[in-house]
């Protein structure tokens, strides 16, 4: 039917899951290479949903999450829960694995679907992973046809009839690039890309592309516990003192010290003590400039030994 802007009806509003991430009705990818911690990550997101927990700092509208599994089994979706110290709700993360088959059939979650969205009240669905869903036609991945008009619109059609949102996990290829065609990141509301840096597995880079905000890009680390937070630009602002240790470590590459010695070599302005008491504090730190240091006690005291690797320009 033919209508002039004014006369488009805008009272009908997408609400927001993750402000500047995604919104409801939708369907969106998240990608990295494989070992990365996509499942991770998807949990921690999942988790912060359905608790209503800001993510990265971002507002977030509570919901319970569906976690359609393809790799794992239930179990060890709690283990890693208890892993990564997640406290999920009750009745708010509700699974469903592959029990033992190869592949899930998409047509036959339609009924689970239905019912997380209609009495659970649910508007997240995480599928975890693309490649283990068997849709209703055989498709190639690599076609532009087959994923814009077999693949993405199957998923699309339960996004839109149950008003919910469906984050599709999948891997990057070699290049970095979405796996297979680019039909799958143009026929989806966003991407969300996770990348390791390659110097520290620690650290890493999320970014996202999406129609409906602008573009974002955040730098995380690793935790103990394998969640992801934000690295903290003041908390880890370098020390002037640190600055002229890089600056020495850039130009000698690999060298053996102890710290009354590098003080003077270096000329930093501090004790030793208090020289040394930073190095162990600021490790993560240098290591996001390049700067390696291992360290042994010995009778005669404590020795370091520091490399120097180029870092990465972003």
């Known amino acids: 039917m033919l209508k002039a802007i004014e006369e488009i009806n805008t009272d009908i509003k997408k609400d927001i899951i993750i402000d500047q991430i995604m919104k409801s009705k939708g369907v969106y990818l998240l990608v990295s ?40 089994d239930g179990g060890q979706l709690v283990d890693r829960s208890r892993l990564m110290n997640l406290d999920n709700k009750k009745r708010s993360l509700f699974v469903i694995d592959r029990n033992d088959n190869l592949t899930i059939n998409w047509r036959d979650l339609e009924y689970n679907i239905k ?19 068997k ?21 699309r059609k339960y996004s839109d009839k ?4 469906i984050l599709l996990i999948h891997h990057l290829n070699k290049q970095g690039k979405t796996l297979g065609s680019v039909g799958l990141n143009a026929s989806v509301q966003g991407v969300i890309e996770l990348h390791e840096n390659k110097s520290d597995r620690n650290y890493l880079k999320l970014t996202t592309i999406n129609r409906d905000f602008a573009s974002l890009e955040l730098d995380l680390k690793r935790n103990q516990d ?28 690999e060298f053996d010290f102890i710290c009354s010695d590098i003080v003077n070599s270096a000329n930093i302005m501090m004790s030793p003590r208090r020289f040394g ?8 730190l240098l290591e996001c400039e390049g700067v ?13 030994h520091c490399k120097f690797i180029e870092p990465e320009q972003e």
């Open 226 to 253: 394998q969640s992801l937070s934000v690295c903290n630009t003041e908390e880890d602002e370098i020390p002037f003192e640190l600055i002229q240790f890089i600056k020495y470590a850039s130009k000698q590459k």
């Open 277 to 284: 008491r930073l190095l162990n504090k600021c490790s993560k």
């Open 33 to 72: 290479n494989p070992k990365v911690g996509k499942s991770m990550f998807a949990l921690q997101l999942a988790n912060s949903v359905l608790n209503g927990n800001p993510l990265f700092g971002l507002k977030v509208n509570a919901s319970p999450v569906l976690y359609i599994n393809t790799e794992e």
């Open 292 to 304: 390696y240091i291992t360290n042994n006690r010995s009778a005669e005291g404590r020795y370091y």
């Open 135 to 155: 849709f209703s036609q055989e498709y190639d991945i690599n076609s532009y046809q087959d994923i814009s008009q077999k693949v993405i619109p199957e998923v």
């Open 115 to 133: 019912e997380f969205a209609e009495d659970e009240h649910g508007k997240l669905i995480i599928v975890d992973m693309l490649k283990d869903i």
């Open 162 to 165: 149950y008003n919910v949102t």
